[in-house]
């Protein structure tokens, strides 16, 4: 499919150097908008994110989630060819995205110096654990290391017990994806407007810590943190936790402000609770017990049927098939599907004037190889002797 030319990104070329998860959902937030994202992979496995998980011989349903409307070509950096060819794809880019530990791309010539001195309006965005500096620098890390130091595990998860888990990647995906596509952004305004680009150091520990947001205010104004599982937002109030149903399913509850939390008592024929619903220590014990009880009596289905009409805050837990099928997610077209007919997120915005598509599906390792270096300046010939020293790998 062509490029969009209405999209609020459309002309922006990207360099997407990254793999996995957090890299490539940031290249895939502006590759969403329009932006030309050309994924540049090794000529060995590439972005081992296609294997995930999936039979032999296929693309795993991760890959092509977070890959989609992307180009790809394959280059071996290693090389002085691959590094010459990818200083020439720098020429006409406006962001190039990489995602190695400190002082890697200096070795593969993907350095910020090295690419904005040939290129000197060029974003070079540098995603990491823990940035380019500081005692952790040159650390791995995965996301739940991000949410230790970052204060968030500590404060995740019920009374007495150890800390809570999520297979949602909240320090990958606030600081690898969503914060540095807004430093991006923000550099590219700034780089049209200047004609100078910047180089952007993104560390998912910082972002991690920069939205504990909820701790940092209880450390502030009273000196410290309640224990997990006893603050406001993880079960030290009635009016905010979940609740098991009789069928082992389970109800969240949010019916925080008081005008909620009585029309939550009424429903459940127990006004005399509405007191309670901010209520610690003993009396915020008992009202949530009496809330145990009564909601442990009858299965998620009577209570979805029961607060139905009834806005409160109070809704299911689903479940994500559930969650897929739901009305509403429908109504704002969240679900997509490619061409192999798997479903897909669409992207959490929309905005006039544009309108999301799968232009292309995402891409086999170095199949666009061709066409992008041919867009940088090479010919047929130049190509050729390239795939012939190892350089570059085509399909």
Known sequence: MPQDHAAPLAGIRVLDLTRLLPGPVCTLYLADLGADVVKVEDTGAGDYARDLGNAPGTVSAFFRAVNRN?????????????????????????????????????????DAATLTAANPRLVHASITGYGQTGPRAAHAGHDINYLGYSGILDQTGVRGGAPALSNLQIADLLGGAASAAIAILAALVGAQRTGRGRSIDVAMADAALAHNIFALHALEQWGRTLPRGEDLLT????????????DGRWLAVGALEPKFWQLFCATLGRPDLAPQGLATGDAGAHARREVEAILASRPLAHWVEAFAEVDCCVTPVATLDEALADPQYAARRMVVRDASGARQYAPPFRMDGHEFAIRRDAPVQGQHGVEVLREAGYDESAIAALVAEGSVRLP
Not at 82 to 100: H, K, M, P, Y
Not at 235 to 246: K, N
Request: net charge positive; glycine share 16%.
């Open 70 to 110: 992307k180009r790809s070509v394959a280059l071996d950096l290693k090389r002085a060819g691959g590094r010459a060819a990818l200083l020439a794809l720098a020429r006409r880019a406006d962001v190039v995205v990489e995602s190695f530990r400190p002082g890697v791309t200096t070795a593969l010539g993907a």
């Open 235 to 246: 079960g030290g109030v009635p009016a905010y936790g979940v609740y098991g149903t009789a």
